[in-house]
Nanobody, 125 residues
């Protein structure tokens, strides 16, 4: 069974940083795109960042450009979302997602077929 496991969420003050990690396991497919989404209570799920299999392409949502950095280590089947200069509006549940049909970076949630359980990020002012 494919598993996507996230870690690193927590409470941080505005202006601080957090690093989220994503571990992918149990998969039989080879190349896959990796993405990050977030959802705040009462809000729709929002695209945050995505990275292609070879890390040749990255995409970022407008609200996080210049503050967040996405990366991956395919030897370890892990992904990382580095979040800097955090703002209260970044508060949300953050999800890691895998697109097994694509090696490219995808920015729509419908392209992803495996999702992590989500990890809470809370930014206080």
């Amino acid at each position: 069974q494919v598993q996507v496991a996230e870690s690193g969420g927590g409470l941080v003050q505005a202006g601080g940083s957090l690093t989220l990690s994503c571990a992918v396991s149990g998969h039989t497919f080879y190349r896959y795109g990796l993405g990050w989404f977030r959802q705040a209570p009462g809000k729709e799920r929002e695209f945050v960042a995505a990275i292609s299999w070879r890390s040749s392409t990255t995409y970022y949502g407008d609200s996080v450009k210049g503050r967040f950095t996405v990366s991956r280590d395919n030897a370890l089947n892990t992904g990382t979302l580095q979040m800097n200069s955090l703002k209260p509006e970044d508060t949300a549940v953050y999800y890691c997602a895998v697109a097994s049909d694509y090696g490219s970076a995808r920015n729509v949630d419908a392209d992803y077929d495996y999702w992590g359980q989500g990890t809470q990020v809370t930014v206080s002012s």
